[in-house]
T-cell receptor, first 112, second 112 residues
């Protein structure tokens, strides 16, 4: 089954404790992206990647890191989480030039 | 002014009603227009997409684009309780090569 898998689904952490949210897709998509979703603000792009070893900032990249060492994986790293990073995070993938974004099920992050 | 605006709702309608969901945008470079549907605690899924101006119909759903007014709509005929979800509009310029910009979403409840 074609899917984007994110882990974990729920994460509660404390300020400053480094964390990684994993994302994996099995559709051989070149393009992968991370979004955060906040009430009233909708989906905002954090980082995206057009292919292996190619990453670029989205609209809200501050406080986040990503890497794309393999085509299928695109982890999101928060080196020193802060409470304003409490949000619902989605990983997504698509073919470059395609209109359909495939989303993961989301990771609800709470930073205390 | 936000790049894409959408009435957040919530919008409540009785089963069988015709629903109209709308987005306005400011960037005249947008050529590709999409509607994503997001059920509670799930990732968004592509519902419809259109290129440039005009209408597109798929079953009970019709997407309409008016580029001169920078206004897009999604109509749902004979609405069902299973249509209860958040509807996100999304837009892109130039052959989907650029990143999508999402509206904040409209929450719809269809009451049985």
């Amino acid at each position: 089954e074609a899917q984007v898998t994110q882990n974990p689904r729920y994460l509660i952490t404390v300020t400053g404790k480094k964390l990684t949210v994993t994302c994996s897709q099995n559709m051989n998509h070149e393009y992968m992206s991370w979004y955060r979703q906040d009430p009233g603000l909708g989906l905002r792009q954090i980082y995206y990647s057009m292919n292996v070893e190619v990453t670029d900032k989205g609209d809200v990249p501050e406080g986040y890191k990503v890497s794309r060492k393999e085509k299928r994986n695109f982890p999101l790293i928060l080196e020193s989480p802060s409470p304003n990073q409490t949000s619902l995070y989605f990983c997504a993938s698509r073919v470059v030039g395609g209109e359909k974004l495939f989303f993961g099920s989301g990771t609800q992050l709470s930073v205390l | 002014q936000k790049e894409v605006e959408q009435d957040p709702g919530p919008l409540s309608v009785p089963e069988g009603a015709i629903v109209s969901l709308n987005c306005t945008y400011s960037n005249s470079a947008f050529q590709y227009f999409m509607w994503y549907r997001q059920y509670s605690r799930k990732g968004p899924e592509l519902l419809m997409y259109t290129y440039s101006s005009g209408n597109k119909e798929d079953g009970r759903f019709t997407a309409q684009v008016d580029k001169s007014s920078k206004y897009i709509s999604l109509f749902i005929r004979d609405s069902q309780p299973s249509d209860s979800a958040t509807y996100l509009c999304a837009m892109s310029a130039r052959n989907y090569g650029q990143n999508f910009v999402f509206g904040p979403g409209t929450r719809l409840s269809v009451l049985p």
